[in-house]
């Protein structure tokens, strides 16, 4: 979808500065920017608490005004600007994220067997659990879940092992966890 003429005169008018142009772009796209944010939570499993999910979106807005209104200026029109904001968006949330998620220190880690490697009943109980899961979803939903989270494949990978198309294999992964999300409760 090409660039509306609202969008333009939009995106025009808030790069010039003009009055009231930011206030217009923020009303136009803030319903936008949530839905990114609480979707990218979603898929990511992260739980947002509405402080959180404010101060991401705040986050984005933030990156679009920076460097006087940079990110807007780099877009080239190619797409309509709702498809542009939702891959800045996407970005911003997930860098955010990213930086926000705690990494375990080594001393939080039990350590069994003296070396933190999982005892054989550990890692035969959690291979079973995993084969219990995989076994709740069809056959090409296991194998991409499979392929991707057990074995590191990219989505080229995948989409050419199991015959996917390739922009399919991430709401078949998507999918895939809702389901197997649902079976482990």
Known sequence: ???????????????????RAWEDFADRFLGLVIHVVDHTAQSRSVRLTLQDAEDLAAEVFLTLVNNDFAVL?????????????????????????L??????????VP??????ADSAEERV????????????????EADV????HLEGKSYHEIS??????????GPT???ARAKMRASAQ
């Open 1 to 19: 979808m090409a660039l509306s003429e609202i969008d333009r005169t939009l995106l025009q008018n808030c790069v010039a500065r003009k009055p």
């Open 73 to 97: 200026r780099r877009f080239r029109g190619e797409s309509s600007l709702a498809t542009y904001l939702t891959v800045v968006s996407r970005r911003v949330v997930v860098r955010e994220l």
């Open 99 to 108: 930086k926000r998620k705690p990494t375990a220190n080594l001393r939080d």
């Open 111 to 116: 350590r069994v067997n003296g070396n933190g």
């Open 125 to 140: 109980s959690n291979r079973e659990e995993v084969a219990r899961l995989l076994d709740g979803l069809n056959g090409k």
């Open 145 to 148: 879940v499979r392929l991707y």
């Open 160 to 169: 050419s092992a199991v015959g996917v198309p390739e922009n399919s294999i």
């Open 173 to 175: 992964l998507s999918r």
